[in-house]
């Protein structure tokens, strides 16, 4: 008899575990507290407890070649970044390609997930759940927690001295929806992430004057980078991560600080990070430094105190007249459904073995998905999660002792402190194809790139080189998938599809400018010699 499996949100977390657990020959059900799947990606006019909540304009940060599962590519014509409808377009595809609706039960919401009395031996979990007002219990064999982390907000109005006296409005980013109603207003954005970036930005095309505060600084990336391609196309390759892992840190602050600057000075634009030698997130934003230039957007340092109607900064400057402050200041991750023991954080460290499992339970039976920020796409990251998350399950992957696992946790947040820092924002923080590389070791899908190589070099040199999207881990391994080569193959010509609709004449076989500089060059050598 197939071992039952409770997963926890119909998102994009909870649709690939379904699938997962398909594959792997177990029987899931998916309980969402919502009428539809989408979770995050699902725009609603109105903010709703418990849900994620997103903008209407809202546009991905990450390519669709980076962003795709790894066996079903994006179809060709969809642009390379997505609005929020689009993506839940492809969404709703892979759901009815693979089936998946049949698992879910909606507008179900989990109260409850404890252990059973013999889970010692049994692994099992009661689950409780509510559905128009009535109760039911169930009992799984395992549990996939895809509920997401960005549900309840976080606010440090303690942070804010004076915030009581403020006579304005002011809410989370959660509650920004779209930019009517705030015209002609002097609004402060709190944040310097991708949201207070975004939010700051469609406010400031509408408001007379839009703040935004920082207490850090923050690179800022196009979404555009070399000749065109997405940035991430270009910089999530396995050889420029071989670099940034091998490279001493002095060398690669100095590297990045010049790349980040190619396309503007930061120190001129007051966003230079502080602490340069962190490998902090980027802001993803094409329009940024484009209104900071017209002044639609001005740059400040951190609020130390508000007035009823003044912000004052660390720098000792004033702005009156404040209408508006956005408190983009990010989330913090809770499960209520959960007993407290099951994911702890202690000193900013999350006790989760890699970032999944608590490493205190006798029985490996219960898996987060989706508690992580990658620097990198977050979709091809939760694929894994849950591959290798059903494997265990099954026995297939059993996992070491608890006590390698907690040194593995200790040791895994000594070096997120390295790399990202201290702060509480940076808690999920993880290096990108490192990650995805350990994921694959553990159900045997990591490619091997010296034995392809030899036995098709093309092959190899493209996965080396080019960009490491998720294809590359369906080539071996279980789960294979006979189109993995293929899809790696013809990423450029799903990247190009949307880009190209002008019909152009073909280029000749012999381009003009490279006539005339050899005619220029024979030029200058007949006056040279003649």
């Not at 499996?5 to 177990?26: D, N, P, R, T, Y």
């Not at 923050?218 to 391609?229: A, K, T």
């Not at 070491?400 to 509480?424: A, H, V, W, Y």
Request: charged content about 25%; aromatic content about 12%.
């Amino acid at each position: 008899m197939a071992k039952k499996v409770a997963v926890i949100g119909a998102g994009v977390s909870g649709l690939i575990s379904l699938k997962c657990c398909v594959e792997e020959g177990l029987a899931p059900t998916c309980f969402e507290r919502t009428e539809d799947i989408g979770g995050l990606w699902r725009f609603k006019e109105n903010v709703e407890d418990g849900r994620a909540s997103i903008y209407r304009s809202v546009i991905t940060n990450t390519s669709k070649e980076m962003s795709c599962f790894s066996d079903f590519p994006m179809p060709e014509d969809f642009p390379n970044f997505l609005h929020n409808s689009k993506l839940l377009e492809y969404y709703r595809i892979f759901a009815k390609k693979f089936d998946l609706l049949k698992y879910i039960q909606f507008q179900t919401t989990v109260l409850s997930v404890k252990k059973c009395p013999d889970f010692s031996s049994s692994g099992q979990w009661e689950v409780v759940t509510e559905s128009k007002g009535e109760q039911q219990s169930a009992t799984f064999d395992a549990v996939m927690v895809c509920s997401g982390h960005h549900i309840l907000p976080h606010v440090p109005l303690e942070a804010f001295p004076g915030i009581e006296r403020f006579k304005g409005q002011y809410f989370h980013s959660r509650q920004y929806k779209n930019p009517e109603g705030f015209e002609g207003k002097h609004i402060l954005v709190i944040g310097m992430g991708n949201s207070a970036s975004d939010i700051a930005v469609e406010l400031s095309r509408k408001a007379a004057q839009v703040f935004i505060s920082t207490r850090q600084g923050s690179w800022v990336l196009s979404r555009i980078s070399e000749h065109g391609y997405p940035w991430d196309l270009v910089f999530h390759t396995r050889f420029r991560s071989m670099l940034r892992n091998v490279l001493p840190r002095t060398v690669l602050t100095w590297t990045l600080e010049r790349q980040m600057n190619q396309w503007f000075d930061h120190k001129n634009y007051g966003l230079e990070p502080q602490h340069k030698c962190l490998m902090k997130e980027p802001v993803v934003n094409d329009d940024l430094p484009s209104r900071i230039l017209c002044g639609a957007i001005k740059v400040k340092s951190r609020v130390t105190e508000l007035t009823e109607t003044s912000a004052v900064f660390e720098d000792g400057t004033v702005e009156e007249d404040i209408d508006v402050i956005v408190f983009a200041t990010g989330y913090t991750f809770s499960f209520p459904f959960l007993e407290d023991s099951l994911v702890q954080v202690e000193d900013t460290m999350v006790l989760l073995y890699k970032y999944m499992f608590p490493p205190h339970l006798e029985k490996s039976t219960l898996a987060c998905i989706g508690l992580i920020q990658p620097l990198g796409s977050i979709f091809p990251t939760v694929e894994l999660q849950a591959r290798w998350a059903t494997r265990v399950f099954k026995g297939l992957c059993p996992l070491p002792s608890e006590k390698t696992m907690m040194e593995d946790i200790i040791k895994r947040n000594k070096k997120r402190i390295d790399l990202f820092g201290e702060s509480q924002s940076r808690i999920l923080q993880t290096n990108y194809i490192d990650y995805l590389d350990e994921l694959a070791t553990e159900i045997g899908a990591k490619p091997d790139l010296l034995a392809l190589l030899f036995k098709d070099p093309k092959l190899a040199v493209k996965l080396y080189f080019g960009p490491c999207n998720s294809y590359q881990y369906r080539l071996e391994g279980p789960g294979r998938w006979d189109g993995a080569r293929s899809a790696i193959l013809s990423q450029k010509q799903r990247l190009l599809k949307p880009l190209m609709t002008r019909a152009l004449p073909p280029a000749p076989d012999f381009p003009l400018s490279l006539l005339l500089k050899v005619l220029g060059l024979l030029a200058v050598v007949w006056a040279f010699f003649f």
